[in-house]
């Protein structure tokens, strides 16, 4: 059973695709509810909860115009996850109002740098993109079948100076152990964030190269979270989903393609 588990799990992830880091907030919370289900039953929802430690892979294409066409990353889970509270790597939620129908939270995540100058020939000159700390709030509702989720994020610390929401909705669906989240959303991006994703600034221009200052952009998207207990103490995760770059990311001189897909899958130990 474990064995087939595996196998089918793994292949779902494998035949979906997943969003980059800037989309993932809605899909976070999903997965930590996936890997960890409240109970509501602690003591104490602050301090009553669970370290996690793993490892999350993942391999997407890569739209920007010049590099490889596939990036692949790496990265440790570390997480310390309570009924109302989750710190770790993957970012932070306080809780500060949460019902059996409704919760609100306050919320910080890292973003990464969209591109580096030496990922590739086009790329060079290109001033290089800060990473990012974002903070703001999040809530989710349990509303019909499923769960709609949305937060809004902006920078703390003048790495791009703009503001994210998003807003998702996704129904869970069981298979035998397998856990299943389908979902689908829509992001809208202030200008400020655009420009540091696909901008170009005018000490970037060269003769293949033009400037281009874009607008704010509405990201739609697909996603999928999968879970799946090896032991009480081990889950296999995924993530998959879609996203469309619509004329304010493919208009830019930097982008060689309208979409993303990726696949990630990861182990997660939780005690």
């Not at 919370?29 to 890997?35: F, H, S, Y």
Request: hydrophobic letters at 40%; charged letters at 20%; one cysteine or more.
């Amino acid at each position: 059973m474990v064995l087939t588990g595996l196998g089918f799990c793994s292949a779902a992830i494998i035949m979906m695709v997943a969003l980059p880091s800037y989309a993932q907030q809605a899909k976070k919370e999903i997965l930590r509810e996936q890997v960890n289900p409240k109970t509501g039953d602690s003591l104490d929802p602050w301090f009553g909860g669970n370290w996690q430690f793993g490892a999350f892979g993942s391999v997407s294409n890569n739209p920007y115009r010049g590099t490889d066409s596939v990036d692949m990353g790496l990265l440790p889970l570390v997480a310390y996850d309570a009924e109302r509270m989750h710190i770790g790597i993957d970012g932070v939620d306080i809780k500060f109002f949460q019902n059996d129908y409704f919760s609100a939270s306050v919320i910080g995540s890292l973003r990464t740098e969209p591109f580096e100058n030496d990922d590739g020939n086009y790329l060079r000159g290109m001033k290089e993109r800060d990473m990012a700390y974002e903070a703001g709030l999040g809530f989710s509702a349990r509303i019909w079948r499923g769960e709609l989720v949305g937060n809004y994020l902006t920078d703390v610390n003048d790495a791009h100076d703009g503001h994210q929401i998003d807003v998702s909705y996704f129904v869970p669906v069981q298979w035998g152990d397998v856990n299943f989240n389908w979902g689908a959303g829509v992001g809208w991006q202030s200008e400020k964030l655009v420009d540091y994703t696909v901008g170009v600034r005018r000490n970037e221009v060269r003769s293949d190269r033009a400037y281009y200052a874009p607008d704010a952009a509405f990201v739609p998207h697909l996603d999928l979270t999968v879970a799946y207990p090896i032991t009480e103490e081990l889950n296999l995760i995924g993530t998959g989903g879609f996203q469309y770059l619509t004329d304010e990311y493919t208009d830019s001189p930097l982008i060689d393609e309208d979409y993303i897909m990726s696949v990630g899958v990861g182990l997660v130990y939780t005690f």
